[in-house]
Nanobody, 127 residues
Framework: QVQLVESGGGLVQTGGSLRLSCAAS????????MGWFRQTPAKEREFVAA????????SYADSVKGRFTISRDNSKNMVYLQMNSLKPEDTAVYYC????????????????????WGQGTQVTVSS
């Protein structure tokens, strides 16, 4: 059974930091591109960051560039999202996703590119 399980969410004050983790199991993810998305009740799910299969190519949404860092450890089937200088507008449910194509074109920022999704972890940034 393929699973992506996010953890590390929580409540933090403005300017604080959190590190999200995504544990992948059920298949080999080392060839997959991996992404993080987020969603609030008022907005559609949006792209946050993505990383290529070997971690060489990375893409960020403009809203998080310079504050968030995506990384992966293929030996552990893990993907991470380090979030610094958090703002109230970063409040959302954060989802981990896997793209089994492994390609890293412009479509890596789109939901339809991804085959597997986690259940999400809540991040709340208080002002």
């Amino acid at each position: 059974q393929v699973q992506l399980v996010e953890s590390g969410g929580g409540l933090v004050q403005t300017g604080g930091s959190l590190r999200l983790s995504c544990a992948a199991s059920g298949r080999t993810f080392s060839r997959d591109a991996m992404g993080w998305f987020r969603q609030t009740p008022a907005k559609e799910r949006e792209f946050v960051a993505a990383i290529s299969s070997r971690g060489i190519t990375i893409s960020y949404a403009d809203s998080v560039k310079g504050r968030f860092t995506i990384s992966r450890d293929n030996s552990k089937n893990m993907v991470y999202l380090q979030m610094n200088s958090l703002k109230p507008e970063d409040t959302a449910v954060y989802y981990c996703a896997a793209d089994s194509d492994g390609n890293f074109g412009p479509s890596i920022r789109t939901l339809i590119q991804y085959d597997y999704w986690g259940q999400g972890t809540q991040v709340t940034v208080s002002s």
